[in-house]
């Protein structure tokens, strides 16, 4: 290895090393019971796990946190590929540049203050449910009742990350043969039959990443049902993440742990054949 790669690869591999340390450490504290009633840990074995795995407030955590995930990447997946199409059809670069930077605004905001916002925008007296009122649309509760508190917040997910989905979407067609596209407009093709029948078909490499990472986006989410519900302790708005820092916060630290460590399995588990798969065919290209 000569000294320009190795100057290069070592901030890579001396943080990869305090990563590692740190996940190990971490994996090491999920076999102990170290809690606040047992301050010096001791090796229990799986115990810490049955327990975090038969706890209802994981359980539920979990479904949250999975139903938010598998929502945001279908929901968002289809709100990406169609807004990258119709971007796509634009034919001049500042009107498409204009309305792309529209879309991924929400990106720029963080979630903590797209969670205070949300909290005027569906208050039930002031806020969209004033203008709904108006046109003399049926209103929402939102954050007012157990039934809709988690779709409202699905709702504010998929509104701040459907615009890092559009991007790889269109980086997707903007490789595409342009001549490909060209000879279907001029055998009369509209742009709807271009859609379906070439963009869709040659965006795989757009839906492994966006895919990948709304998963990851959504699934590690943590200020946003965190302000909107004040606190860990509500059930309603709990994800697994949250659930993690309640255990940590009342002192429960090998459950903290235990619950970090199935975050990073599952994690791995979703990603690491996405990752694979993408470079499989960026490679193939």
Known sequence: MDKKTFF??????FFATILIYLLLWNVYFSFTNWSI??????????????????????INSLTHSFLISSTLVIVGNLLGMTLAGLLYSIKSNKVRM????????????????NGLIFLWLFNP????????????????????????VLPSLIIIIIWAYSGISML????SFMNLDKSIV????????NFFRIFRKILVPNSMNGFVVSTA???????????????????PSNIYLQTLLIY????FSTSYFANASVASTIVVIIALVIVVPYAVLGMRRWAHH
């Open 8 to 13: 290069f690869s070592f901030p890579v591999l």
């Open 37 to 58: 009633l047992n301050p010096v840990p001791r090796f229990v074995g799986l115990s810490s796990y049955y327990q975090v795995l038969t706890s209802y407030y994981f």
């Open 98 to 113: 204009t309305y792309m930077s529209i879309f991924i605004y929400p990106l720029t905001i963080s979630m903590s203050a």
């Open 125 to 148: 007296n002031i806020g969209i449910n004033t203008l709904l009122s108006f046109l003399h649309l049926p209103t929402s509760p939102w954050f007012s009742s157990t039934k809709t």
């Open 168 to 171: 790889f979407y269109l980086a």
């Open 182 to 189: 060209e000879a279907a407009r001029i055998d009369g093709a």
């Open 213 to 231: 990472l709304l998963f990851l986006f959504s699934f590690r989410v943590f200020s946003l049902p965190f302000v909107i519900s004040g606190g």
């Open 244 to 247: 993690q820092y309640f255990e």
